[in-house]
């Protein structure tokens, strides 16, 4: 089966009619795009906010972009950031500050790599049980019944209560003063 191809009749065709016979430029439909070599399909529609998604930020980018360069061509100074890289920077620059007050750089970095792969090991172990078949619903009622437990046990009444939330601070305390 051969391609078959839309096609519109030319301007002079239309006004002198084709084969003979005069044809209203009112019938004559423009040619559609078809999709399957011709199988007479429709095109799909264009996809919604695909052209305009990204253009207000590169325009906007642009815009900058340009003023600045005409700025530092003229010999003047950029335009001031905005308020977003204000606040990065001013972030930047305390954590360079508070990193320069460090006195064992080496701990602090050890701990902090110790402390990122305990939290992403700590994620494996929980999605490799959560995909367990009967441990994640057990788990969850374990935790429900030691809530449970945990407030009729400390919170329900209130001299057990005074006495969990005096223990509270005296932990507290003791952490505190070292």
């Known amino acids: 089966m051969a391609p078959t191809v839309?096609?519109?009749?030319?301007?002079?065709?239309?006004?002198?009619?084709?084969?003979?016979?005069?044809?209203?430029?009112?019938?004559?439909?423009?040619?559609?795009?078809?999709?399957?070599?011709?199988?007479?399909?429709?095109a799909l529609p264009?996809?919604?906010g695909?052209?305009?998604?990204?253009?207000?930020?590169?325009?906007s980018f642009c815009k900058r972009l340009a003023r600045n360069v005409v700025a530092m061509a003229a010999g003047e100074a950029p335009a001031a950031p905005l308020a977003a890289n204000a606040e990065i920077t001013e972030f930047i620059n305390d954590l360079k500050q508070e990193w320069d007050r460090i006195e064992d750089k080496y701990a602090v970095t050890t701990l902090a790599v110790a402390a990122s792969l305990g939290m992403w090991s700590a994620g494996g172990v929980v999605s490799?049980?959560?995909?367990?078949?009967?441990?994640?619903g057990l788990m969850e009622a374990v935790g429900i019944g030691y809530s449970g437990w945990f407030a009729y046990?400390?919170?329900?009444?209130?001299?057990?209560?005074?006495?969990?939330?005096?223990k509270v601070r005296e932990v507290y305390e003791d952490i505190i003063s070292g």
């Open 6 to 42: 839309a096609t519109t009749a030319s301007p002079a065709a239309t006004a002198a009619g084709v084969g003979g016979s005069p044809v209203a430029a009112a019938e004559v439909k423009p040619a559609k795009r078809t999709l399957g070599g011709g199988l007479g399909l429709p």
């Open 46 to 48: 264009p996809l919604p």
């Open 50 to 59: 695909l052209a305009s998604h990204g253009q207000p930020r590169v325009a």
């Open 128 to 136: 490799a049980i959560d995909r367990l078949p009967l441990i994640p």
């Open 153 to 166: 046990r400390n919170l329900l009444f209130k001299p057990d209560r005074e006495a969990f939330f005096a």
